[in-house]
């Protein structure tokens, strides 16, 4: 798979919907995480991320304005010892869940299914980061529907080791823009990392668009000694 530019890749977009980026710095010190959120209607661009312990979660950013807070109010971010979870739902939960009832990634997700926001039937995409002894893995999974149709489901995972210095994979839940809105297909693209956190959080955020975009987090993981930095960064407030 030829590496693509993310840069181009986000810009190229302008509804890429929900996306997470997992890779390796540049400097191949650290491990990369990025989730971005976008929106359409009044009620998804309502949102916010705020810190929550380890993790973040989304929060309301005007309550009296809140239609609807299923779908959208969850906690996208939780940390479980050497696993860092990222998901655009609340399957964050159920794999956490499932890694404390000694499942693997993929058995965890099994018992979940695709968004039930007909007729678009939201892909569920999820990661799974694991920094142990100096060892740094990931594992990326998609939940779909099969061509649109909400009678069947189908689950996808990717597994990564060792993973190249400035270099990762971008999974996100709509090809582009459309009505309903194109699932993602295909493998998690291959794209380039490049520069400390703050340039990489600057390049995904300018390159996102600026009418859809809702919320962005990232984080640096030190793969020797699991410390993290991390950036969060709202359109809204």
Not at 13 to 23: A, C, E, K, L, S
Request: aromatic share 10%.
């Amino acid at each position: 798979m030829v590496q693509k530019t993310l840069s181009r890749e986000l810009a190229g977009n302008t509804y890429p919907g929900r996306g997470i980026v997992i890779g390796r710095s540049e400097d191949g010190r650290h491990a990369v995480a990025a989730y971005f959120i976008m929106g359409r209607s009044a009620n998804s661009r309502n949102r916010i991320f705020v810190a929550d312990g380890e993790g973040i979660r989304t929060q309301a950013y005007d309550p009296s304005k809140m239609e609807d807070p299923s779908l959208i109010i969850y906690a996208p971010v939780r940390v479980l010892g050497t696993n860092t979870i990222i998901t655009n739902g609340d399957q964050t939960d159920t794999v956490y869940q499932g890694l404390m009832d000694g499942k693997t990634f993929g058995e965890a997700l099994k018992v979940r299914t695709f968004e039930p926001d007909a007729p678009n039937y939201t892909p569920r995409i999820s990661a799974l980061m694991d920094i142990r002894g100096g060892v740094y893995e990931y594992k990326m999974h998609i939940i779909k529907t099969v061509d649109g149709d909400a009678s069947s489901c189908a689950h996808f995972t990717f597994s990564y080791e060792n993973p190249k210095a400035g270099e990762g994979h971008f999974i996100h839940t709509y090809m582009s823009d459309g009505n309903p809105l194109p699932s993602f297909e295909g493998e998690p693209e291959r794209v380039d990392i490049s520069g400390d956190i703050d340039a990489f959080t600057d390049l995904l955020w300018e390159n996102l668009n600026a009418e859809n975009k809702v919320s962005l987090f990232v984080r640096y993981i030190d793969i020797q000694t699991g410390e993290y930095e991390s950036r969060i960064v709202n359109a809204n407030g």
